[in-house]
Structure formats: C-alpha cells, structure tokens
C-alpha cells in the first residue's frame, strides 16, 4: 500500500478527502492528517509518505514552503495541492517544487480520480524503475567475481589499456593492486589434466576448480598480496605484490616457500600433482603481461623436466642451435629398422632424435610431436606394404595421436611411441620369419580337433593366444577364407565321413559336427556338397 497524508487547515476538506474518496481502490492508504505546514512537515518526517495532498495556505506554514522542503528531503514523495484560491503566483510556485497536479476547491471528485490515477502511475513507473536498478545491482554483484577474473586475465595478457581510468576500476572491482610494487605472475599447472579435469561431470569440474582457487589465494594472502583466479581449463595464475625487503630476506624468499605449499597442499588434499611456473620480477602493474609470459614459459619446460616441478627462471636456458629437423638421412634409417623390425636401432634412433630436441627448448614441443606424428605415419605406411592388416593396431595407431597430443612431458610422448612401434616391429617379424605360417597351422589344429563344439574365433584366438581381430585377419589374409568358411569346410568332411555308415542318425550326426539343429545343418551341407545329407547318403550306399 501506499501512504498518504492530508494537510489541510479545513477539517471540513479533510474528513471529505478522507472518507468520500475510496482511496483503497488504488492501494493507497491515508495514514494521518495535519491542519497547517509545520504540522505536516513534522508528520511527513515521521511517516515518510508516498504522497502528500496539502493545502496551499495555511498558517504558520504554507502549503508551497512544506511541499519544498519535504520535496529537498524526500524527493520521491509526490506532491498535490488543492486550494480555493486561483491565484497564478500560486500556481507557478506549485510548479516550482515539481507539483504532480493542482486542485481547485470544491474538489471535484472525477478530476480527483484523474489526478490519483497519473500520480499512481508515476509511482510504479517509479517503483519499476527501483525494482530494476535493485535487480541490476543484485545481478551485478552476483557477477563481481567473473568480472574481477576478467579484469585480471585482461592484466596479465594485454596489460593496462587505458592508464586513466585503471584506478577507478580497480576501485569499482574492489581490487588493490597498487600501480607502482614489486610484481611477480605464477602459474600453477594441473599435471594431466586431460585424463584429472576431462573425465569428471561438470559439476566436479567445477568443485576443482573452486577447491584449487580456495587453496591458492589462501596462501597468497598467508605469504603476500595478490588474487588467484582461473585462466583456462587446468591453469591458474596468481598475481602477486610484496613490500619491501626486510634485512636478511628477499621478497624471492616468501615467493618460493608460497609455491611449495601451494603444490604440497594440492597433493594433501585434492590428489593432485601440479607444476608451477614462476616469473620474473617486475616493479609495475602495466608490466604484468611481460611476468606472466616468462611464467608460462618457465612452466611449458615441464616438457623437457617433468611434472610436479617449482620451475624458475633459471630453468630457461635454451640451446641456441637451430630446431633438430627429421632429414632423409634419418628418415631412411628408421625405415631401415622397421623394416627388419629391428628395435634396438629403432630405439637408438630415438634417442638420438629425443635427446637432441631436448636440447632445443624454444620449438621442441612442436618438433617432438610433429616428429612422432610423421613415426606414426611411416609405421602405417610399412605394414601397407607388407601387407599387414590388424584393425586393432590401426585402431590403436590412429588413436595414437590424439594421445600425443594431450601428452605434457618428452618422456611421455617417447613412452607411447615406443610402445607402439614396438608392436610394429613384432609384426614385421612375424611376416619376415614366417611365424604367420606356424599361427595358421596352429588356428587349424584347433579347429580340426574342436569342430564339435560351439566354436567361435574368439575361442580360437583364446586357444592360440592372439586377439579374435588378429586372428580373422590374418586367417584371412594368409588363407583366402575366413575362421568360419574353414571350420564349416571341416564341418562338412566330417560328416560326409559319418554319413557313409547307414547305422548312424541324421542328428546324430548333426551334434556330432557342431549343429544342434539337424534343419539348419542340412541346409549348410546342401549349400556346400549340392545335396542333402539324405541323398548323399543314398548316393554314396
């Protein structure tokens, strides 16, 4: 509801004011009245009315001087003046202090009506208006710590981009990072964070993130000033200011020990393994994106180093040869080696590559992959031409590279690639010894000596330790038909044998050879001999 009050030296207009208009009827409420100004600038102090219906004069007080100083005070509360007096003075002092409308005595009771419904409807407009500014506000509020993470990701990369205005909007964010200060940017690295953060629902990715930025900026504010906030997916960035030196320790000191407890207290509680790059001193907050650059680096030499590492910038220092390019030289060497399916040279030859792009610390991680990559490639080609088909290392060789890619260390990307140039090797062994050969014997003997059964190829593959893919493949690669074309073969001998002896059953010989239903394997025999297995019968007696 909102309030109203009547101020009027007439008690006459006010009880008619007060009773004779349903006020109710636009949720308005008269809360009190008052016969002269000062009564009711008092009353309008205790009651802070929505709308203030006053005479123009009064005693004491008039209604022009009350209106203007309850105006100067409660800007929002709307004023009406009713007077018997057509004075135009009047009038324009009515205007003056922002007067909703004017009435004339008697009131009428219709133009009354007209002057409630405008004034209500500048109070909902206005109250629209509040509600909106409130939600804005709520909203923006809500929204302050996305907007501080911005801010501060906009520091680190582009830097101050309007010197003049950095203050007020650090004022704005409630940041406090002064523009003069000695500055260090670090970077904490979530150690695999493909298989740590990828694998986990959205909500858990989330909870992470919260429980490492909690970690984080609690330590910073134990051991300096600054803000951690979340760069991208698996990496955070602590911005960091100190005071000045204290005699017998540098502002180096407090940095090192926050990154140990940082990757230490990560381990404790969340499980998990970080590495973390540190910086270089600078002394402004514009020069933050230099800091920050030299931290992403420290923490990229993860590839060369390993994980769970506190990587300074000493650990920076970088062969100057030009990038450890793969030549046609070598090319032809690894060729050679796959070839024979050799892997002590393979492996050599790899040491050789990976030691040399350790050395090369600027473009390794691009080498080193690309590198692998073109391995891989060079191994698909080969089995091509030797005509070796296994679906399942192909699989594995195109699966292979996305893997590679998400690696984060030199030793994990080797680790992978020699595990699977290693199967490749076994697989050209195989073909140039003839090993294929005795397998194929072997699958055969199962298969002569098991027929009875409810044979599949994967219990072949079982019964000869190889993959069912390994074995149809190969089966049929080295034969010319497949597992099942050669047991049903074996099959049907069979029971061409038992068919001779009139003594023996149809469905017996049906179980006999592997068929549980004697309609179905009449329909195999037929396909294959011509005949059924009755008429054979007849044929063969």
Partial sequence: MYKLIIVDDEPTVRYGLRNYFQWSDFGIEVIDEADDGLTGLALAERTRPDIVLTDVRMLHMDGIQMASQIRSSYPQTKIVFVSGHDDVDYMKSALQVNAVDYIFKPVNMQELHKVVERVMGELEEERKERRLIADMQEKLTQSMPLLREKFLMSLIRDGIQQPHRIQDRLDFLGLQLPEEAPYWVIIVQIDDNADVVDGRSERDKQLLAYAVLNVCQELVERYMNGYAFENRSGEYVCILYGGEEREGLDLEDPLV??????????????????????????????????????????????????????????????????????????????????????????????????????????????????????????????????????????????????????????????????????????????????????????????????????????????????????????????????????????????????????????????????????????????????WTPSGYRDQMT
């Avoid at 030691?355 to 698909?380: P, Q, T, W």
């Avoid at 595990?419 to 090993?435: F, I, M, P």
């Avoid at 049906?510 to 195999?524: L, R, T």
Wanted: a neutral charge; glycine letters at 4%; hydrophobic letters at 40%.
């Fill in 257 to 530: 020990m926050l990154a140990g407890d940082i990757r230490e207290n990560l381990a404790q509680w969340l499980k998990i393994s970080v590495t973390i790059g540190v910086g270089e001193r600078i002394s402004k907050l514009a020069a933050l994106p230099l800091s920050y650059t030299r931290a992403r680096e420290a923490a990229d030499q993860k590839w060369y180093l390993g994980k769970n590492r506190i990587i300074t910038m000493d650990s920076l220092e970088t062969d100057e040869e030009s990038p450890y390019r793969f030549d046609s030289s070598q090319h032809e060497r690894f060729l050679s080696a796959l070839k024979a399916g050799e892997q002590g040279p393979l492996f050599q030859e790899l040491e050789v590559w990976f030691a040399r792009v350790a050395r090369n610390r600027k473009d390794g991680i691009h080498y080193g992959k690309i590198f692998s990559l073109e391995l891989i490639l060079l191994a698909n080609r080969l089995m091509l031409e030797f005509n070796i088909h296994d679906a399942e290392l192909e699989r594995k060789g195109t699966d292979l590279w996305s893997r590679i890619n998400k690696q984060e260390t030199i030793r994990d990307v080797r680790t992978l690639l020699e595990a699977h140039l290693l199967e490749v090797c076994n697989r050209v062994q195989d073909k140039r010894s003839g090993k294929s050969r005795h397998v194929i014997e072997r699958i055969r003997a199962v298969m002569e000596q098991r027929y009875a059964e409810n044979l599949t190829v994967s219990d072949v593959a079982e019964s000869v330790y190889l993959s069912s893919t390994y074995v149809s493949l190969l089966f049929k690669q080295e034969t010319g038909e497949t597992v099942y074309e050669y047991l049903t073969k074996v099959r049907i001998e069979r029971a061409k044998e038992m068919l001779r002896d009139p003594r023996v059953k149809f469905y017996e010989v049906s179980e006999a050879v592997g068929y549980a239903d004697p309609s179905h394997f009449s329909k195999i025999f037929k396909k294959y001999t011509g």
